[in-house]
């Protein structure tokens, strides 16, 4: 019955939503109460032998309701099956190439693209103050947002404006405990091991995937900033973790699959809750895999949450922060305590690792396919960092040229590239010279902004000397995404952590080894973060280094 139900309310799609999450809350499996209520009553009122005829019933009275409703986007062009079905676009996710289908339309269509019966993707500059603007008109994040929610939303997850500012409070509290030079040290001891290791894998001159060493790197940081223990995974060349589950069985992973495969899966499943619920019982390895990953994840976060909280330790690290604020100085995490903790630990070991090493790999392809602007930046940091040394942080925190070079990196690669969906608020909005009612679903999207030639001259070129020659290009970067939900980058000091890591660990590279690209083509693909598939280079130690 209830699969029926469902698969109505999502080809229905714009209009269903609340009743289709209704549903889901009484079919979930955690309300069984409710569940058996659910079945029993509609066994009692009508019996099960005419369950099918009702369903026909409510199907075609849906279909009369959703096709004689006026369409208020009927005249916003897109693709024909945009028009009616969320399907369209979770299709363009599932083939990771979203940003890529958009942004043709664009091409096609113009500034304005209907890509779900209720969504409207808007390619222009001017959208970017009014869909992510700050202030009492802000857009609060969509209900796509709901399928990165496991027990508990975190900071990035919420959709509620208060319980956001609460929480976004919290964790920038606990960031903030760092200043720059407190973290410094932490950075330096992480990398000073990932070159350790490339030392002795640049001996055997094969080719190794950058992305995958960029990972660990990013893991075992994020890890040690987050928990007070880094997971390790440079040292063990190996990205398999111990997780616990829910009943305290333990069972090894693989971190990195468990947030590529999460992170997909969300961004295919979040444009419906319909298909959020159906996603579960297919058998699509895609989805099976997906779901697994999401458990994988927070039993993950859960080993070492828990593992904090038994051992009574009090450190002064982000996760002893995050238990501070809630309970003081004594007192015990209630079970729902521990879940937001462990989901805010999920978050940031997603946000802060998959992100940073998806944007180092992106950045050193541009820069060993270009070969004129590597060779000017290593001119550069030779004269900023004593020769035979390995780069400290305050040689290269305040080098420009590095800074426009992983700009533009960003820029040309966009992280980010799909336009973030955000919903319009109570009483409508007027953008871009159109009005949309309440509701209405609205990106901008970030791949189509960052390559938009009235915006950026030569957009198709990696040219890193534009960021020198016009600093102001940094309000149409998207990649941290824009307003009150940007990155947490963008207000604690954290707000360099990212480029901390990128700016000592490229110059780093850059100067300690000769490195070539296994072929110059890089492939990439998309989950909810555009990413690199792979690059296969080869280090080799330049003579001077030490
Ligand atoms: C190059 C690296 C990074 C990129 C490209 C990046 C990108 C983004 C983007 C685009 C968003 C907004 C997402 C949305 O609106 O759906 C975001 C949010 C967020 N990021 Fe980052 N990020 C990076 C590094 C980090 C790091 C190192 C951390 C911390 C560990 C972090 C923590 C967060 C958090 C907590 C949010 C949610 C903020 C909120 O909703 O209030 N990010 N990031």
Redesign the pocket.
Same mark, same amino acid.
Request: net charge positive; charged share 10%; with cysteine.
């Given at each position: 019955m209830s699969p029926q139900l469902h698969t109505l309310f999502f080809f229905s799609g714009k209009a269903n939503s609340s009743i289709a999450d209704h549903f889901i809350g009484l079919l979930s499996d955690k309300q069984p109460h409710h569940h058996q209520m659910y079945y029993s009553t509609i066994e009692k009122v009508v019996g099960w032998e005419l369950s099918w005829p009702i369903l026909l019933f409510v199907f075609v009275a849906s279909l009369f309701v959703v096709t004689s409703r006026p369409d208020p986007f009927s005249d916003i062009p897109g693709p024909f099956l945009a028009r009616w079905t969320p399907l369209w676009l979770a299709y363009q996710a599932r083939r990771g190439r979203r940003y890529q289908v958009v942004d043709e339309l664009h091409k096609r269509y113009g500034r304005f693209v209907r890509i779900a019966p209720n969504h409207i993707s808007v390619a222009d500059k001017d959208a970017l103050p009014i869909v992510y603007g700050q202030g009492h008109r802000a857009f609060d994040?969509s209900p796509f947002?709901h399928a990165f929610i496991g027990d508990k939303a975190s900071? *990035?997850s919420t959709t509620d404006r208060q319980d956001?500012a609460q929480k976004?409070k919290l964790?920038s509290q606990a960031f903030s405990y760092g200043s720059l030079l407190n973290l410094t040290p932490l950075i330096s001891a992480i990398v000073s091991s990932f070159v350790e290791k490339l030392d002795k894998i640049s001996e055997s001159a094969e080719y190794i995937d950058a992305l995958v060493w960029f990972n660990y790197l990013a893991f075992d940081l994020?890890s040690d900033l987050a928990f007070g223990e880094p997971i390790g995974m440079v040292e063990k060349g190996s990205d398999a973790v111990v997780v616990e589950k829910a009943d305290g069985e333990t069972v090894m992973e693989h971190a990195i699959s468990l947030v590529d495969e999460r992170e997909h899966l969300a961004a295919v499943v979040g444009h419906h809750p319909t298909f959020r619920f159906l996603s579960k019982f297919l058998p699509d390895p895609f989805f099976v895999r997906g779901h697994r990953a999401s458990h994988g994840l927070e039993d993950l976060a859960r080993r070492r949450v828990m593992k904090r909280i038994r051992s009574n330790a009090h450190r002064d690290d982000i996760l002893g922060r995050l238990i501070h604020a809630r309970i003081g100085d004594g007192g015990s995490l209630t079970a729902d305590q521990t879940n937001e903790l462990i989901a805010e630990s999920v =978050?940031?070991l997603i /946000? #802060?690792s998959d =992100?940073?090493s998806n944007?180092l790999t992106a950045i050193l392809h541009l820069l060993l396919t270009h070969p004129d602007d590597f060779k000017r930046l290593y001119t550069v940091l030779e004269e900023a960092v004593e020769p035979g040394e390995l780069p400290r942080y305050n040689q290269v925190k305040d080098i420009p040229l590095l800074d426009a070079t992983i700009d533009e990196g960003?820029r040309l690669h966009a &992280? &980010?590239a799909i336009g %973030?969906h955000r919903s319009v608020p109570d009483g409508g909005i007027l953008c871009c010279g159109r009005f949309f009612p309440a509701s209405t679903e609205m990106s901008v999207p970030a791949w189509t902004i960052q390559h938009d030639e009235s915006i950026w001259n030569d957009p198709e070129n990696f040219r890193p000397q534009r960021w020198l020659d016009n600093p102001d290009l940094r309000r149409y970067l998207m &990649? *941290? #995404?824009k307003g009150p939900? /940007?990155? %947490? %980058?963008m207000d604690v000091i954290?707000s360099s %952590? /990212?480029y901390m890591e990128m700016r000592l660990v490229l110059s780093t590279i850059i100067l300690r080894y000769d490195m070539e690209l296994q072929t110059p083509h890089m492939e990439t693909t998309e989950g909810f973060m555009h990413k690199p598939k792979c690059l296969m280079t080869r280090f080799r130690r330049r003579n001077a280094s030490p």
């Open positions: 994040k947002y900071v *990035f956001h976004r964790v994020l =978050t940031l /946000a #802060g =992100t940073t944007s960003l &992280t &980010t %973030l &990649t *941290f #995404g939900r /940007a990155c %947490l %980058l954290l %952590l /990212a």
